[in-house]
């Protein structure tokens, strides 16, 4: 009877054991999909930075040579614009970075 006894507390503490690793294994799964939501809005995050640098340095590009091409209006203008690029505050550039950090 005493084996019996210890056979049975050692089934129901089997199943304890079984049931608290199936809450951990289902807690250590949400941790996951919460990390690899945090992981896919940084890379977003990073690609919307790549891509308002890139727009912006694309624009400043272009400035500079039609600054630097074409007729003296033409020239004049975009050396204005550019001026004005340049002196501008670039938020959503500002943004993407710090979203980005």
Same mark, same amino acid.
């Given at each position: /009877?005493? +084996? !019996? &006894? @210890? =056979? *049975? $507390? %050692?089934?129901? #503490? ?14 250590? /799964?949400? +941790? !996951? &999909? @919460? =990390? *690899? $939501? %945090?992981?896919? #809005? ?18 400043? &590009? @272009? ?5 630097? #091409? ?32």
């Amino acid at each position: /009877k005493q +084996r !019996e &006894a @210890e =056979a *049975k $507390a %050692a089934a129901e #503490e089997a199943k304890q054991r079984e049931s608290q690793a199936q809450q951990d294994a289902a807690a250590a /799964k949400e +941790r !996951e &999909a @919460e =990390a *690899k $939501a %945090a992981q896919q #809005e940084l890379e977003a995050a990073l690609q919307e930075l790549h891509a308002q640098e890139k727009a912006y340095n694309d624009k400043k &590009a @272009e400035l500079q040579r039609k600054s630097e #091409e074409g007729g003296v209006v033409s020239r004049n203008k975009a050396a204005n614009e550019l001026a004005q690029l340049l002196a501008e505050d670039p938020l959503p550039l500002r943004r993407a970075k710090i979203t980005q950090e």
